[in-house]
């Protein structure tokens, strides 16, 4: 019964983080400036706004998620989030997609599932150390410090990615942090949670994933920050699910060859699937056919 919540609350959270991402991306590539002008300005758009009241809701998705299930459960169904965009797109936006966008897209949900039935995540009850928690947190804070760098120059592409990148790992790390505070408030309560570093390191975490979310959705193409943090985020959630918290995987040649097969074609998928889409997010006219030479 938990993991079919977790299932349940995961997919919540992916239907949430694609209305989301696809609001802010519409808001934040239309504003002017950068920094604080950037911020304020998006403040006054309705549009930002109720991408705020999607990431709050997929917040509450995704704590009831990793309350349900592991790290390594949870973060892999995030990948979702695509199949959730492209029906978005084609819903709201009323884009005349490819149907390879739509093979692709089955393409990734379908190898998503058989990632996670071959390695059937679980959780542990073995409790996580300070000086774990210390060595995650050094190690991640290292790849953002280079996703960040590597975002300072070159093209727009190369500065959403190293933005892109940051944001995953940091999503991943957030995603530990949720599952530890939630684990504190069913324990102790409010009170409990309040006085516990965990609440305060997840503020922490998720404000600098925000400011670099929002960087790489303004500095360059959603088809190189979306497909990057959507298979960086699951692939470094399920490095601290078995660093941090001692999730449980199958295990055996046979188990691992198909696990990265079947990754492999969530990657592939993923990226085409966001090749095939338009980088903006306005109708889309179907293309007649070009007159002969």
């Not at 070159?154 to 959403?160: C, F, L, T, V």
């Not at 190293?162 to 957030?174: D, H, Q, R, S, V």
């Not at 979306?226 to 298979?231: G, R, S």
């Amino acid at each position: 019964m938990s993991t079919s919540l977790a299932v349940l609350f995961a997919l919540v959270t992916a239907l949430a983080n694609a209305i989301g991402l696809i609001a802010q991306h519409r808001a934040s590539t239309t504003a002017p400036g950068r920094g604080w002008a950037l911020v304020t300005h998006l403040a006054r758009q309705p549009l930002w706004l109720l991408g705020w009241v999607a990431m709050a809701g997929s917040l509450v998705g995704q704590a009831l998620a990793l309350h349900f299930g592991s790290l390594s459960l949870v973060q892999p169904l995030l990948v979702a989030e695509l199949v959730f965009a492209l029906l978005l797109r084609r819903l709201f936006f009323a884009q005349h997609l490819p149907v390879r966008a739509w093979i692709m897209a089955g393409a990734t949900a379908t190898a998503l599932a058989a990632f996670l039935i071959d390695l059937a995540p679980h959780a542990s009850t073995v409790a996580t150390s300070p000086g774990q928690w210390t060595r995650a947190v050094v190690l991640v804070a290292i790849g953002v410090g280079v996703g960040v760098g590597a975002s300072r120059r070159g093209s727009p592409r190369r500065r959403a990615g190293g933005l892109a990148i940051a944001t995953a790992l940091l999503w991943a790390l957030e995603a530990a942090f949720i599952r530890q505070a939630t684990g504190v408030l069913v324990a102790a309560g409010v009170g409990g949670l309040l006085s516990s570093w965990s609440l305060y390191a997840l503020i922490v975490c998720g404000g600098a994933g925000l400011v670099c979310e929002q960087s790489a959705l303004h500095v360059g193409p959603l088809t190189v920050s979306q497909p990057l943090i959507v298979i960086v985020d699951p692939l470094a959630s399920v490095a601290l699910g078995l660093g941090l918290e001692h999730d449980h995987l199958r295990s055996g040649p046979a188990v691992l060859a198909v696990a990265v097969v079947a990754f492999a074609i969530v990657a592939a998928g993923v990226t085409g699937l966001t090749r095939a889409v338009p980088d903006h997010l306005g109708p889309v006219e179907r293309l007649a056919p070009e007159p002969p030479v």
